[in-house]
């Protein structure tokens, strides 16, 4: 168990639509990431929030958004959804920004699927 | 670009032999580097990470891995494989703080374990 919950566990969604995937880090953790795994790959930074602030992005279209809120929850929405947005997607958080070996610790991921 | 190789897509050991899982790093910093471990439909728990404090690093569940600079690699293993251990096991590596502080994966290794 590592604190941080995710919701829901499981998705369908059909091409074009929009969806909201939530996340709850752990207590006093203030920075969230979210990840995209694709089957068979390694996750995929998406963007990284701070202090409810988007703080580094990875190569994702405008079309993917987040907000963090001050009681350590987030979300991940995505835009007209694509075929290849089917995917595992894992919120991680940790206690400290600065910090370069500072642990990040990943809920149980949301199963999205588009068809 | 920074990039993590793990080299073998699938291991396949016998209960009680030794594992080893390759990872390779290219940095143009000193890199900060992790081991996850994914189990079936679950997200990602830390098996061990480098702070930069000792080459030798252990873990949990017995595992361990080598920092060599030299080579720029990261392997991780573990003497005696028993069958909980079957599951997927990311490398990964973080380049700094702030907004730097994403990890970047590895595509990940799956390990089954044989009786």
């Known amino acids: 168990e590592t604190g941080v919950t995710q919701s829901p566990t499981h998705l369908i969604k059909t091409r074009g639509q929009q969806v909201t995937l939530r996340c709850s880090s752990q207590?006093?953790?203030?920075?969230v990431s979210w990840y995209q795994q694709a089957l068979g790959q390694g996750p995929q930074f998406i963007f990284q929030?701070?202090?409810?602030?988007?703080?580094g992005r990875g190569n994702f279209p405008p079309r993917f958004s987040g907000l963090q809120f001050p009681n350590y929850s987030s979300e991940l929405n995505v835009n007209a959804l694509e075929l290849d947005d089917s995917a595992l997607y894992l919120c991680?958080?940790?206690?400290?920004?600065?910090?370069?070996?500072?642990?990040?610790?990943f809920g149980p991921g949301t199963r999205l699927t588009v068809l | 670009a920074q990039s993590v190789t793990q080299l073998g897509s699938h291991v396949s050991v016998s209960e009680g032999a030794l594992v080893l899982l390759r990872c390779n790093y290219s940095s143009s910093v000193p890199p900060y580097l992790f081991w996850y471990v994914q189990y079936p439909n679950q997200g990602l728990q830390l098996l061990l990470k480098?702070?930069?404090?000792?080459?030798l690093v252990k873990g949990i569940n017995g595992f361990e891995a080598e920092f060599k600079k030299s080579e720029t690699s990261f392997h991780l293993t573990k003497p005696s494989a028993h069958m909980s251990d079957a599951a997927e096991y990311f490398c990964?590596?973080?380049?700094?703080?702030?907004?730097?502080?994403?990890?970047?994966f590895g595509k990940g290794t799956k390990l089954s374990v044989k009786p």
């Open positions: 929030y701070y202090r409810e602030e988007e703080n």
């Open positions: 990964a590596v973080r380049l700094g703080g702030g907004s730097q502080g994403n990890l970047i």
């Open positions: 991680a958080s940790r206690l400290d920004l600065s910090s370069v070996t500072d642990t990040q610790y």
């Open positions: 207590s006093g953790h203030n920075t």
């Open positions: 480098y702070t930069s404090a000792a080459t």
